[in-house]
C-alpha cells in the first residue's frame, strides 16, 4: 500500500487546515503527523482514510499488488481508531468483537477470544461495553484496528484514556501485529509516536 499526497489542502470554509501537502506514505512504514491541538491532525487523516475529500491537490492510493485503489473503496483497505468513533456499548467485548469481524475479519489465525487474552481482558469479556472504564474501551478501540487484516492502520491519539499499562500493550501489539502494515498515528504526545520512523509536522504545511 502506498499513498501519495500531491499538493493537497483542505479547508473548511474559509479556512485552510493545511495545503502543498506533497508526501509518499509507504508499506511497512510508520508516520506520525504531529501538530498542536486543533492543528489538523484528525482532518488530514480523514482525507487519507477517504472519509473527507482534499478541497485541492489529489490523494492517490496504490495496493501492494500494483493497481490503484480509488478513494471511495480505500475503507476495504483500512482499519481506524479514533476518539470519534464509538464502540456498540450494548454488546459485550466478545460480541463486539466477533460483530466486528463479520464486516472487517482479522488477521489469519486471530480470533475475538486470542484478542481478549493479548489484552488481559478476560475477566471482563463477558460484560457489555457501556460498564467498561474509559481505558478498557480504548484497548477495544485499538484491538478492533490492530488485529483487522488490512495493509493501512490508521491510529488517532492511540493513547486516550490509557494507563502506564496500556501504553506498555499498546507498543507490544504495534510490534507484534503491524510490522508489515502502513501505520500512520496522528498525536501530539510522543510516546504513542516514538516508534513511528516518520514525521509529518501539519505546522509546515498551513
Ligand atoms: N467538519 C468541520 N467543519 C468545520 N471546521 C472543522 C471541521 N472539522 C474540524 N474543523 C476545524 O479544523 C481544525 C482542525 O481540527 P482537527 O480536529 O483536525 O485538529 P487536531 O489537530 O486533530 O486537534 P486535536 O489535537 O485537538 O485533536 C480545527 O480548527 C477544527 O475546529
Not at 28 to 50: D, F, H, P, R, W
Not at 175 to 184: F, M, T
Request: hydrophobic fraction near 40%; glycine fraction near 8%.
Amino acid at each position: 500500500m502506498i499513498i501519495e499526497l500531491s499538493d493537497a489542502g483542505k479547508r473548511f470554509n474559509r479556512d485552510w487546515i493545511f495545503r502543498h501537502i506533497t508526501y509518499r506514505f509507504t508499506a511497512g512504514e510508520s508516520y506520525a503527523v504531529t501538530g498542536s491541538n486543533g492543528s489538523g491532525k484528525s482532518t488530514l487523516l480523514q482525507v487519507l482514510a477517504g472519509s473527507m475529500d482534499a478541497s485541492e491537490g489529489k490523494v492517490a492510493y496504490t495496493a501492494a499488488s500494483g493497481p490503484q485503489i480509488q478513494p471511495d473503496a480505500i475503507f476495504r483497505q483500512l482499519a481506524i481508531a479514533a476518539p470519534y468513533l464509538e464502540l456498540i456499548e450494548e454488546l459485550t467485548a466478545l460480541e463486539f468483537l466477533t460483530f466486528h469481524a463479520g464486516f472487517k475479519p482479522f488477521m489469519l489465525g486471530i480470533t475475538p477470544q486470542h484478542i481478549i487474552a493479548e489484552l488481559g481482558m478476560e475477566a471482563a469479556a463477558g460484560k457489555q461495553i457501556r460498564f467498561y472504564s474509559s481505558g478498557m474501551k480504548q484497548r477495544i478501540k485499538l484491538a478492533q484496528a490492530i488485529f483487522a487484516d488490512c495493509p493501512l492502520l490508521l491510529l488517532d491519539e492511540p493513547c486516550t484514556n490509557l494507563d502506564q499499562a496500556g501504553y506498555a500493550l499498546y507498543h507490544r501489539l504495534i510490534e507484534k501485529y503491524a510490522g508489515s502494515k502502513l501505520v500512520i498515528v496522528s498525536s501530539n504526545d510522543v510516546n504513542e509516536y516514538d516508534f513511528c520512523r516518520h514525521q509529518l509536522r501539519i505546522a509546515d504545511y498551513k
